[in-house]
């Protein structure tokens, strides 16, 4: 299983972004997925998530700025993010749990995300 991020770049303040994560391999089924960051210097954080059934969770920092959708026939997910922040910069990673012979996490190798105020 590899999941690859696209979309990440140098952006100025109040900017627009779509990161996407494309999961491939042999997979029986994607329970959800997500979103961390990290910011330089800075613990990685959960910036939002989405199940299978389409629930969304995101964190208070991104909340009206940030939305995460995703395509279940091309099994990838999208992270709109609007209004962007100095403080959005960071390298973007996302993770899928998934079931392929057994339940596990699967990390992308993340894409940065620069955004210039």
């Known amino acids: 299983v590899q999941l690859v991020e696209s979309g990440g770049g140098l952006v100025q303040a109040g900017g627009s972004l779509r990161l996407s994560c494309a999961v491939s391999?042999?997979?029986?089924?994607?329970?959800?997925m997500g979103w961390y960051r990290q910011a330089p210097g800075k613990q990685r954080e959960l910036v939002a998530t989405?199940?299978?059934?389409?629930?969304?969770n995101f964190a208070d920092s991104v909340k009206g700025r940030f939305t995460i959708s995703g395509n279940s026939t091309k099994n990838t997910m999208y992270l709109q993010i609007d209004s962007l922040k100095a403080e959005d910069t960071g390298v973007y990673y996302c993770?899928?749990?998934?079931?392929?012979?057994?339940?596990?996490?699967?990390w992308g190798q993340g894409t940065q995300v620069t955004v210039s105020s």
């Open positions: 993770y899928a749990d998934v079931t392929d012979w057994r339940r596990k996490d699967y």
């Open positions: 391999g042999s997979i029986f089924s994607i329970h959800s």
């Open positions: 989405i199940t299978n059934a389409g629930s969304t």
